[in-house]
């Protein structure tokens, strides 16, 4: 099915069928990333009194209970809820539509080759600078998707306790703010460096403005940077994150 959409403006067309899947699944057979020492997600039957909700142990129909970290373990969307104490949940500023979205392409470098700042220690971390984003962000678009190299498929099940991840100097993240961007998705466990003293800085900084933040994506080499729309699709759950699957329409 293919639908137009029209924004600022000029029309576009995408086909529906032919969206690309971002995120990391999470099938609970011990395949997944995990981050900041996170419990294996996992999933097991209701058992009341007789009845066990297992087919394959004589139940009569499938009944599980999932347990699971929201950040830490797979791909999920999260809001300013995260880090204070409004109480708002994702559902309450996650869009439901389709978002004009650019995905851009970056090269970690290592903190001590650039002269930008992050609020702990981290010289001989590697960080996803300004300088190496200022000029992929051409478009005007409130939605920026960030693939990180090098992109292998190790990432859909990385331990980054002991390979630790890039992150956002402030000078990166200001940028991404001043360029308008609301919704920022991310193949990282977090914008933050893991051990910041639970500061979060980095987060703090970009939720003055924007209004969502998804990690732990993984988006395929065959998806070429560029224009296209994006949906995020998450379940309707009053928390501040939730497991998600955003959705990239090429145009």
């Known amino acids: 099915m293919k639908i137009n959409i029209n924004h600022s403006g000029q029309d576009h067309t995408i086909d529906l069928n032919s969206g690309i899947d971002l995120s990391i699944p999470n ?12 419990s294996a997600p996992s999933v097991h039957p209701v058992e009341i009194g007789e009845f ?3 087919l394959n142990r004589g139940g009569s ?21 995260h880090i204070d104490k409004s109480d708002t949940i994702i559902t309450d500023v ?6 004009f979205s650019q995905l ?17 220690e981290c010289e001989k971390d590697f960080v996803i600078s300004k300088e190496s984003i200022i000029g992929k962000i051409i478009n005007k678009t409130d ?20 390979n630790p991840a890039p992150f956002f100097t402030h000078e990166a993240i200001k940028f991404i703010i001043e360029k308008g961007i609301k919704h920022l998705l991310v193949d990282l466990p977090s914008i933050d460096k893991a051990d910041d003293g639970g500061q979060l800085g980095n987060h703090y900084r970009f939720f003055e403005i924007g209004k969502t933040i998804s990690e732990l994506l ?12 994006l949906q995020i699709q998450i ?12 959705i990239f329409y090429p145009i």
């Open 94 to 99: 996650c869009p439901k539509g389709f978002l």
């Open 218 to 229: 993984f988006i395929p080499d065959s998806v070429q940077d560029g224009l296209g729309f």
């Open 61 to 81: 129909c499938n009944v599980k209970i999932a347990s699971l970290n929201i950040h830490c373990t797979g791909t999920h969307t999260e809001c300013i809820g």
């Open 52 to 54: 066990v909700g297992d």
């Open 235 to 246: 379940p309707n759950w009053g928390l501040d994150a939730a497991p998600s699957r955003p």
């Open 104 to 120: 851009i392409t970056v090269k970690p470098v290592q903190k001590s080759n650039v002269k930008e700042s992050y609020h702990v």
């Open 27 to 38: 099938r609970f057979d011990g395949n997944y990333p995990t981050f900041y020492s996170a």
């Open 143 to 162: 939605t920026l998707i960030i693939r990180t190299l090098l992109n292998d498929t190790a990432k859909l099940n990385w331990d980054y306790d002991k």
